[in-house]
């Protein structure tokens, strides 16, 4: 009975250190579950059983093919616009347009950087493909015409074309709205309907100055 006195504070340490060593075990499992994101159709890709880091920026969450498309579009999209914003130097002379182009370079260019991470998480190419239009792109002729212009005539026709460039975007960001699925990009959607809407109202007021 004197040895089994003497060992049993032992064996019970040892007891006690398995179980709350099981316990840590279990609830380690918990947490990696709660960090699981949901796949393309919906079900769960565990970032612990993979053992692959989360890529960073990326939207989070599930998505679709309309999420997809969003971003493949809207890239080249917003890029025209960062390109006709990059005419405005040393040709705009109106200080309206001069703040739209500010806007413009301001806004999209990050907007760019996320949508591609957005991609590069979901695994999916940054081009569409061919087959696909986007609404209110400038052709090659419209962006000739605007390189060509400068001062009030600059100003109005960067005006009239941004206007139908914002228009395309607006209509893309609202499909997205109704069809996809991603909350990130959905969230994105929104911000460039308000913003561009409210720069197309801009542009009109320009158009109007310049008669």
């Known amino acids: 009975m004197r040895t089994f006195r003497n060992r049993t504070p032992r064996a019970l340490g040892l007891t006690g250190a398995v179980a709350a060593a099981a ?28 053992g692959a880091p989360s890529a960073a920026p990326s939207a989070a969450g599930s998505f679709n093919d309309a999420d997809v498309m969003f971003a493949q579009m809207m890239i080249p999209h917003h890029e025209q616009a960062l390109e006709m914003a990059k005419l405005a130097d040393g040709r705009a002379e109106d200080a309206g347009v001069k703040r739209i182009v500010a806007a413009v370079e301001q806004a999209q260019d990050p907007e760019i950087r996320k949508m591609r991470a957005w991609l590069k998480g979901w695994g999916r190419p940054e081009s569409a493909g061919a087959g696909h239009s986007m609404a209110g792109m400038m052709s090659e ?7 060509d212009a400068k001062g009030k005539d600059f100003d ?18 609202r499909d997205e709205q109704r069809d996809g699925r991603n ?5 994105l959607a929104g911000e460039v309907v308000r913003a561009q809407t409210s720069e197309i109202t801009e542009l009109r007021k320009i158009l109007d100055r310049l008669g």
């Open 183 to 187: 909350a990130e990009a959905r969230d």
């Open 156 to 173: 109005r026709a960067f005006a009239e074309l941004m206007i139908a460039h914002h228009e395309g975007a607006v209509t893309m960001a």
């Open 23 to 50: 316990l840590l075990l279990a609830a380690c499992g918990d947490e990696g579950g709660s960090m699981s994101g949901m796949d393309h159709d919906g079900g769960t890709a565990s970032a612990s059983a993979t």
């Open 141 to 147: 002729q419209d962006m000739k015409k605007l390189a």
